[in-house]
């Protein structure tokens, strides 16, 4: 490769216009020319996470998207509803990049010493704009990736591991000895069981099928319980009962589940008080919804007396709150553990133009426990 | 009043029978005798507060009640919903006695110093069993009321003072500015205006009808918004633009009310952001629940972002959290300003007997805002 081949590229771009056409499309663009401090990476491999789709397609009618452009230029086209236009005032008419985690090979490094030392490696990286061919980061964000380790391994270093880890972590500093985790058989679920089985950590998988169930009895979890049986209530008090779960993680959102939960703990912890208490337990029960899979209202029966609470729970957040030296000790863990316990799976492995063939939108656009797709914007380049 | 007089009196009882009936009667119970570090109060005023009647009656049906008994010695009886008996498997048949606060005279000391000081003074407490005519409890627990300060002035001293108390501290300690509080009109909403306006916090009181509006424009309360207006959302959201109030207190519970804040919060944010985030604003939005008014399910539609949380809060457990010293600050605010900031309003006095009359439950029983029974058991005795 010449040093002149990464100075234009493609990038994945969604535009949403004021009428509610959501376009996407690649652009070529001019890699900017590195400060001293920055490097330029050639991405090989980047994840489609949960957390990608939103800016992507959103809430987009996928279902009756157009595709036009041409095979090497691709263009989709769909409406977004008008009731979901609303929030999205701030992006109206703005070119948005997409992808927030990749990894890949640094092409060009500028002149400090720092970037210079990374020429050649293998990095993974955040910050978004990564469903492109080369993206300009500054050397300290990115993370050389251990000798034998490949782009593909290091793409989702971020997103699924950190937040599985930042998950164990909120129950440690909120006080909590065990965890409830819904759509349990997800990619995330399963890093999250390994954790918590490397670490005895507590785990209640709760899954929607018993298929579901049965991923997760194959990886080893002791605690698997399925909403869609006629036992499921029982089934999650007695996995209470056993783990000792008071917080847990819900990407469900909608609907009853985070209120079955909490009054699954209440009856759990009940099972042991010896007092009456007209407010029910003073074990505090928490809830943090950080996925939307069902976009209903949720509805809490409040059951469960009055310590408790229910919330939003967001990765970047959550490592602003605990500091850069406690994140780093945990991104330092998933470097040390990236393909053992924070391996992904991919179904498929794509291109940028791919990724926007609609036989690939449907299947990566459903969102379904196990299908997990990951970009290489140079595939073929 | 001969130093005899106290060794037995009246205490009002709650006993729920295994067979969903409840009775509520007198009983005629031995005074203990207090031992060193304890003093016998003589109650002279206690009163009935929300917090109160989810003990004494519950969601009984007592529309339907049962009166029998003598004059001297009432009975009520009503039948507890199933539904509810489910939850109150610690309490059946166990007389309970009820009563969370009161103030009166101490009329026995024990024999150390500190009993022995506040003999004949009159004090302020809560612990529990205030609906009877005497209380043995330890004199460290009680507060002596200063000179000029009647039993009735202090008797309301502990709950409704620390809940308001407690909401603008939690609203600080946890990095809010300004306040909502919903079912404002009421006693407690009353006297947290008029925290708010000495401290110069911003407070959103929400009410439910043009009446409850008048009540607190009358004090002086700045922002007022009525639900049952049809310009609701509007006026919600332009207030707090005004304050600023990123938190709320909520004794409705049930229904949409706690989501229309939050939604309410999150456009008040937008309204100055500057920046599209597909997860809403980094602003931390938080409803805490501490009554029930209406018993629905909480319906929270999460049109605000990732940045929320909703719970239960209860005096107690904050009280603890904040720890003995802080805690001892608050109170000691509530017992200089008793007469000012802290003041209670009752629309009647009853004796121990009145109160257990048709009539009397009736009113009080509705937890309407404005009604505010105070029980003196020694009346007429």
């Known amino acids: 490769m010449s040093s002149e081949n990464h100075k234009t590229g493609l990038q994945l771009r969604s535009l949403l216009k004021k009428s509610g056409e959501l376009e996407v499309s690649l652009a070529n663009v001019p890699t900017p020319e590195p400060k001293d401090d920055e490097i330029v990476v050639r991405i090989e491999a980047t994840p489609i996470n949960p957390s990608d789709l939103g800016l992507l397609f959103g809430p987009a009618d996928m279902a009756a998207a157009k595709f036009s452009g041409t095979q090497e230029s691709p263009v989709v086209t769909a409406q977004m509803p008008a009731a979901a236009l609303k929030g999205m005032a701030a992006r109206l008419d703005e070119s948005m990049p997409v992808g927030n985690e990749g990894a890949g090979v640094v092409v060009q490094a500028g002149a400090s010493e720092a970037a210079q030392a990374l020429m050649g490696k293998t990095v993974s990286m955040i910050g978004g704009a990564m469903y492109a061919q080369y993206r300009v980061v500054r050397a300290k964000d990115v993370m050389a990736l251990p000798e034998g380790t490949t782009a593909a391994d290091g793409a989702s270093w971020f997103v699924n591991p950190l937040t599985s880890l930042g998950m164990t972590e909120t129950m ?105 208490s007209r407010y029910g337990s003073n ?94 914007p140079n595939k073929g380049a």
Not at 202 to 231: F, Y
Not at 296 to 319: C, H, I, Q, T, Y
Not at 358 to 365: D, E, G
Request: hydrophobic share 45%.
């Open 172 to 276: 440690r500093r909120e006080g909590h000895k065990a965890l409830v985790h819904t759509a349990a058989a997800s990619n995330l679920g399963q890093m999250l069981n390994k954790i918590c089985l490397k670490d005895g950590i507590g785990l209640v998988n709760i899954v929607r099928s018993q298929e579901q169930a049965a991923i997760l009895h194959k990886i080893g979890a002791k605690h698997v319980v399925d909403s869609s049986a006629a036992s499921f209530t029982d089934d999650l008090t007695n996995a209470l009962v056993e783990t000792g779960a008071t917080i847990a993680f819900d990407a469900i959102g909608g609907g009853k589940l985070a209120g079955q939960i909490l009054t699954g703990m209440e009856i759990a912890i009940n099972k042991t008080a010896k007092e009456y």
């Open 283 to 376: 074990v505090h029960k928490q809830v943090y919804i950080y996925g939307s899979l069902d976009t209903r209202a949720v509805e809490l029966n409040r059951a469960f007396g009055m310590a408790w609470g229910v919330g939003g729970w967001l990765l970047f957040p959550f490592l602003q709150k605990i500091g850069r030296a406690d994140a780093e000790k945990l991104r330092q863990r998933v470097v040390a553990e990236l393909k053992t316990t924070f391996a992904s799976h991919y179904t498929k492995v794509v291109s940028l133009q791919e990724a926007l063939q609609p036989s690939n939108i449907a299947i990566y656009n459903k969102r379904s426990t196990g299908e997990k797709f990951l970009i290489n």
